[in-house]
């Protein structure tokens, strides 16, 4: 039985994470490894976090985004 599931999931939680967060992404997406899949919980940013965040989901089906009210550690 075969599953479309990646073999990896990364869990990237992020706060306000704008100045790095391209770069973050980037270094997932340039991995060698294909099998993966991200998810991007957004905790309720206020500056470009989510945008940048559902400009790469828009590219990359593999990345996936949620959002949240900003309660902290996700």
Do not use: H
Request: with cysteine; glycine share 4%; proline share 1%.
């Amino acid at each position: 039985m075969e599953s479309n599931k990646p073999l990896i999931s990364v869990l990237l939680c992020v706060f306000n994470g704008e100045r790095y967060l391209k770069e973050s992404i980037e270094s997932i997406i340039n991995q060698t490894f294909k099998d993966w899949e991200m998810i991007a919980i957004d905790d309720g940013s206020n500056d470009r976090t989510l945008e940048i965040l559902r400009t790469y989901a828009l590219k990359d089906t593999r990345v996936k985004v949620y959002t949240q009210e900003n309660i902290g550690l996700t």
